[in-house]
Structures are given as structure tokens and as C-alpha cells.
Nanobody
Framework: QVQLVESGGGLVQAGGSLRLSCVVS????????MGWYRQAPGKQRELVAA???????NYADSVKGRFTISRDNPKNTLYLRMNSLKPEDTAVYYC????????????????WGQGTQVTVSS
């Protein structure tokens, strides 16, 4: 069974930094695109950053220049380094990945982690 587990969230003061991690586990053939999404109470889930299997990245305008997405393919791990955090960054952050699990031979399926809470105080 493919699972995505996020970690690294917590409470931080404005201007501080956090690094989120997402480990993809299970019987995996391949991982294609990966990304971080976030959702604040009463708001829609939004894309924060995405990264392809080749390392190409894309960021939401609100985090560009402050956040850095990266991946360690041999470890099946996704990271999000968040610097200069603002109260507006407060949300539950979700890991997303297109995973070709060995139990599903037809191709990639999209998986989500359980989310990790990031709270930025002023």
C-alpha cells in the first residue's frame, strides 16, 4: 500500500523557518510529479509548489522567493523549505505525488498525505 507521510510542521514566529518532509512508502515502481498544497480554514486547497521527476519547479506567487521545493529520489522523499514565514502561511500543508505502485500496473495514481499543521504567529 502506497502511503505519503508528512512531518516537520509546527508553531513558529513570523520571520522564522521550517522544513517539511514527505516520505513515500510502499511497493513503488516510480514517482513522477510531486507537490505541496496547503489549506487554511474556510479556504480552498491551493498549490504551493510543485516539482517534476527531472527537478523542474514551480511556485505560487505568494511563496516565490521564500519557499524551496526539492526531492531526494533515492529516498522517495519530498521537502519544502519555508523561510521568512508569515501569518498568512498558516495552514495545513499536504504532500501530493503521482505514484506508480507495483500493485497497480496500469500507470500513475495521485496520492495525498494526511497533512501537517503549520502555524505562524505574529
Amino acid at each position: 500500500q502506497v502511503q505519503l507521510v508528512e512531518s516537520g510542521g509546527g508553531l513558529v514566529q513570523a520571520g522564522g523557518s521550517l522544513r517539511l518532509s514527505c516520505v513515500v512508502s510502499g511497493s513503488i515502481f516510480s514517482i513522477n510529479n510531486m507537490g505541496w498544497y496547503r489549506q487554511a480554514p474556510g479556504k480552498q486547497r491551493e498549490l504551493v509548489a510543485a516539482i517534476t521527476s527531472g527537478g523542474s519547479t514551480n511556485y505560487a506567487d505568494s511563496v516565490k522567493g521564500r519557499f524551496t521545493i526539492s526531492r531526494d529520489n533515492p529516498k522517495n522523499t519530498l521537502y519544502l523549505r519555508m523561510n521568512s514565514l508569515k501569518p498568512e502561511d498558516t495552514a495545513v500543508y499536504y504532500c501530493n505525488a503521482d505514484v506508480w505502485g507495483k500493485a497497480y500496473s496500469s500507470g500513475y495514481l495521485q496520492y495525498w498525505g494526511q497533512g501537517t499543521q503549520v502555524t505562524v504567529s505574529s
